[in-house]
Nanobody, 124 residues
Framework: QVQLVESGGGLVQAGGSLRLSCAAS????????MGWFRQGPGKEREFVAC????????RYADSVKGRFTISVDNAKNTVGLQMNNLKPEDTAVYYC?????????????????WGQGTQVTVSS
């Protein structure tokens, strides 16, 4: 089992930036993928971004392409999500997740470990 702890959420005005971080501990995650999902008020959980732990592959939801960047620091076992040009519709609880699949899936069912979530609120 992999334990995940997110940090970095908060309140920001539209057009601003935030950086989320996810620290992983437990079993080795060197050959796997890490993803970010979000769940807005009254909405279902949706895929945001994914990265293979090798860093070789990244995937983004269309709604965040060009604004969000996912990165990995294998030495620290952390994954970051840099969010720029934030919009009110980005308001959600953001979850970090781990998958044993290394091809960077987008389906939440393929992720077996989840963090507790961190709130991101973007005001207009």
């Amino acid at each position: 089992q992999v334990q995940l702890v997110e940090s970095g959420g908060g309140l920001v005005q539209a057009g601003g930036s935030l950086r989320l971080s996810c620290a992983a501990s437990g079993r080795s995650i060197s050959v796997s993928s890490m993803g970010w999902f979000r769940q807005g008020p009254g909405k279902e959980r949706e895929f945001v971004a994914c990265i293979s732990m090798s860093g070789a592959r990244t995937r983004y939801a269309d709604s965040v392409k060009g604004r969000f960047t996912i990165s990995v620091d294998n030495a620290k076992n952390t994954v970051g999500l840099q969010m720029n040009n934030l919009k009110p519709e980005d308001t959600a609880v953001y979850y970090c997740a781990h998958s044993m699949n290394f091809y960077c899936p987008t389906n939440s069912n393929i992720f077996g470990s989840w963090g507790q979530g961190t709130q991101v609120t973007v005001s207009s």
